[in-house]
């Protein structure tokens, strides 16, 4: 976690985009937050963080690195079908660890039914330097296949060594070609539950043999993103991006912190940019009338956010203040204040003027239309799963009409693989008869992904 002067300080900025105006009576307030960090102006892309060790060595019991990362790759048996697929995973890892930074503390393990160090090994993490990369990825030769798939073990091993590390930014990798077999449901659930919070991670399924809920789940539980690499030979280079990313994030654990005034609830707040992913659930108290929704690590970046609040019913021409949004980055001592980075205000106004009241923003409409796109894709997906044609039928056809729509060009174009599009505006397809299963994988696994408005 950061701790910062006001002189390394990042920027964050918040701006709320709505219609604040509510009929007589009218309770429900929504609003957009646009949440934009600056972080790499400041820093020039370095963590917040203690000093960097010095190279060539090893964190005993900690580092003092302003970034750590555990890449994780999956060595069950069904790696070894087709060989290739193993060969591409090592090769994967090694461009992963050629784009660790100098000064980032780094560890690589194998999956199977359990986990196990292969670099640095010992419960250590290496100082990443021109030394330790070419030891790690040495050390990626060793790595064979066999066993089964017991992810929660990996990720639990992840913790450790990440949590024994002094940094600012804990992130992982998860790379896997199967299913979570080796393991009962609640045993991955309850790893996830363990490591929400201490540190973020990116997860991968390579081929089309793994469950996309297990995958998007796990990137979804520890903020982090899921996608499919059908083509094992494109590892490489989606590995690199990961990590390039990884290497740009500078501030950690940022929390949405949501104040409403007495007789105010919150209804939702998601993230709806640049994928849906809802918060409601992750609140945790932070005061009287106040809450804190996790939003993960930051570097230069904006995300848009989807607040619906209910108001108390008010009369005309009278406004209140419906919510405070505040971004506070909590500090290490978990006593003190946590640190204010920016807010915005949302506001409602009741008025008589009905084309002001029933307009709706833009913006909000935008994301609305975003977040029930993701959401009848998955409905479709799972009612043509289940022999339900007519329902999977309606489902991706209101898909298609919303992807046209938005402008999601990504997203009509993959549901085009998946039906016939009669005509998009009206949202009338057809099922195809036959759909490669990757089509199938890729558009499940990215149907979170969202297109930013034009404000």
Not at 90 to 102: G, H, K, L, P
Not at 104 to 123: D, L, Q, R, Y
Not at 261 to 284: I, M, N, S, W, Y
Not at 373 to 383: E, K, N, S, T
Request: hydrophobic share 40%; with cysteine; charged share 20%.
């Amino acid at each position: 976690m950061a701790n910062f002067s006001k002189s390394q300080a990042p920027r964050f900025s918040v701006d709320v985009y709505q219609n604040e105006y509510l009929p007589e009576g009218g309770r429900e307030v929504n609003a957009i937050v646009t949440v934009t960090s600056t972080g790499g102006g400041t820093t020039g892309g370095i963590p917040i963080s203690a000093p960097v060790a010095a190279p060539g060595q090893y964190a005993q019991g900690g580092g003092s690195t302003g970034a750590a990362v555990v890449i994780m790759v999956d060595c069950s048996g069904s790696m070894d079908y087709p060989p290739t697929k193993m060969r591409h995973a090592r090769d994967a890892t090694a461009a992963a660890i050629d784009t660790v930074r100098d000064g980032v503390a780094f560890a690589v393990i194998a999956g199977t039914h359990k986990a196990v160090e292969v670099f640095p090994g010992n419960g250590r993490l290496a100082i990443a330097d021109p030394h330790t990369r070419a030891e790690a990825k040495d050390a990626l030769r060793g790595l064979s296949t066999g066993g089964g798939t017991a992810i929660g073990t990996w990720l639990r091993l992840a913790d450790r060594l990440l949590g024994a590390a002094d940094v600012a930014i804990r992130h992982g990798i998860l790379l896997t070609d199967g299913r979570n077999e080796h393991e009962k449901p609640e045993e991955l659930r309850a790893a996830l539950d363990a490591c929400a919070g201490r540190f973020t991670c990116d997860a991968r399924g390579v081929g089309t043999d793994w469950e996309v809920k297990e995958v998007t789940g796990i990137a979804s539980a520890l903020l982090g993103t899921a996608d499919i690499v059908a083509n094992p030979a494109e590892l490489s280079a989606d590995f690199t991006r990961m990590m390039a990313t990884a290497m740009r994030k500078e501030v950690a654990d940022v929390h949405m912190r949501l104040w409403a005034p007495v007789g105010a609830e919150v209804v939702f707040v998601k993230q709806v940019a640049p994928t849906v992913e809802d918060l409601t659930g992750r609140r945790t108290e932070a005061g009287p009338r106040s809450g804190d929704y996790p939003t993960g690590s930051w570097g230069d970046e904006s995300r848009d956010y989807h607040v619906c609040l209910r108001v108390p019913a008010a009369e005309i021409g009278q406004e209140m203040l419906a919510a405070r949004v505040s971004l506070v980055l909590p500090q290490p001592d978990g006593q003190s204040p946590p640190a204010p980075l920016s807010q915005g205000l949302v506001r409602a106004v009741w008025t008589a003027d009905m084309t002001a009241s029933t307009s709706m923003n833009p913006q909000v409409a935008h994301y609305t239309g975003q977040a029930e796109l993701a959401q009848v894709i998955q409905q479709g997906m799972d009612a043509r799963k289940s022999g339900d044609v007519e329902g999977a039928t309606a489902k991706l056809g209101r898909a298609v009409q919303l992807a046209n729509t938005s402008g999601n060009r990504d997203t009509a174009k993959l549901l085009a693989k998946v039906v016939d599009v009669v005509d998009a505006a009206a949202g009338t397809v057809r099922l195809k008869a036959k759909v490669a299963e990757a089509d199938e994988m890729t558009l499940e696994t990215r149907s979170t992904k969202t297109v930013r408005v034009k404000k």
